[in-house]
Nanobody, 126 residues
Framework: QVQLVESGGGLVQAGGSLRLSCAAS????????MGWFRQAPGKEREFVAA????????LYADSVKGRFTISRDNAKNTVSLQMNSLKPEDTGVYYC???????????????????WGQGTQVTVSS
C-alpha cells in the first residue's frame, strides 16, 4: 500500500524559504509521477510542481516558476519541494501526490493522481 507522508511546513515571513519533504513507501516508484499541490481556504486544490521519478523532467505552475524547485532522492525514497521567495499567496495546505501512470506526463490534473499524503500547512505572513 502506497504511503506518502509530508513534513517541513510551518510559518515563515514573506521573502523567506521552506523545504517540504515527502517520504514515499509501499511501492517501487520508478514509473510514477510525483506531484505537489496546494489548497488555500475556500479555494480549489491547485497544481504546484511535478517530476518524473525516474528522469529529469519537471513541471511547474507559472505562479511558482523560478521560486520553487522539485527534486527527488531515490536512495531515500523522498521527493522535496524547495520554496524560496515565499509570498503570502503561497499560503495553504501542501499535498504530496503520486500518479502511477508515467505515460500521462505532463499532467497538472489532480484527479489523475491516485495517492495523496495528509498535507502540511504552509503559512506566509506579510
Amino acid at each position: 500500500q502506497v504511503q506518502l507522508v509530508e513534513s517541513g511546513g510551518g510559518l515563515v515571513q514573506a521573502g523567506g524559504s521552506l523545504r517540504l519533504s515527502c517520504a514515499a513507501s509501499g511501492r517501487t516508484f520508478s514509473n510514477y509521477i510525483m506531484g505537489w499541490f496546494r489548497q488555500a481556504p475556500g479555494k480549489e486544490r491547485e497544481f504546484v510542481a511535478a517530476a518524473k521519478w525516474n528522469g529529469g523532467n519537471t513541471l511547474y505552475a507559472d505562479s511558482v516558476k523560478g521560486r520553487f524547485t522539485i527534486s527527488r532522492d531515490n536512495a531515500k525514497n523522498t521527493v522535496s519541494l524547495q520554496m524560496n521567495s515565499l509570498k503570502p499567496e503561497d499560503t495553504g495546505v501542501y499535498y504530496c501526490a503520486a500518479d502511477r501512470s508515467i505515460s500521462r506526463w505532463p499532467t497538472e490534473n489532480h484527479y489523475e493522481y491516485e495517492y495523496w499524503g495528509q498535507g502540511t500547512q504552509v503559512t506566509v505572513s506579510s
